[in-house]
Structures are given as C-alpha cells and as structure tokens.
C-alpha cells in the first residue's frame, strides 16, 4: 500500500518561492510517472506537473511553465515541486500523486491513484 505525505506549504507573498515534498512510503515509485495537482475553494482539482519514473521528462501546465520544476529522488521516494515567482491565483492545496499505468506519463486527474492529503499555499499579494 502505498502512502503519499506532502509537506512544505506556507504562507508567502507574491513573487516569493516555496519547495514542496512528497514523501512515499510502501512499494517503490520509479517505474512510475507522479504528478502534483492543486484545488482551489469551489473549484475542480488541476494539474499543475507531472515527472516519468526515470525523471527524463516532465509535463507542466500552461500557468506554471517557467516557474515551477518537478523532480524526484527515487532512492528516497520523493517527489519535489520547487516554485518561484509565485502569483495570488496558485493559491491551493497542492496534492501529490501516482499515476496508475506503469510507465505512462499523463495529466489527466482520472489516471492517478494514490493521493496525499494535501498542503496548503496560500499566496498574499
């Protein structure tokens, strides 16, 4: 089984940076694509960017490319998202996930099993 904690949110203003942490626990995770997704209040959870297994390729939403990075240690289980220039509307709970098909890397919402519970950012302007 496997368990996912996020850690790493905050309180920041504009155009400050945080660096988020996803612990897994269980099996090993790198033969398999992991994703951070992000919920605002009233609104549908989002991608936001995903990594491969090997970390060779990422994926990233238009609203963040150019100022978050994905990146894992698969030798601690770990998946990171470092975020820079950070505006009011990436105010969310950021999610970390595990995508269900080995070996694909995808950004669809439906395709990832195994979430965390979430860490808040919130983002002053």
Known sequence: QVQLVESGGGLVQA???????CAASGPSLSNYAMGWFRQAPGMEREFVAAIVGS??????????????????????????LQMNS??????????????????????NVGTYDYWGQGTQVTVSS
């Open 86 to 107: 950070l505006k009011p509307e990436d105010t969310a709970v950021y999610h970390c996930a595990v995508a269900r098909l080995r070996g694909v890397l995808t950004t």
């Open 55 to 80: 970390g060779a390729r990422t994926s990233y939403a238009d609203s963040v490319k150019g100022r978050f990075t994905i990146s894992r240690d698969n030798a601690k289980n770990t998946l990171y």
């Open 15 to 21: 155009g400050g940076s945080l660096r988020l942490s």
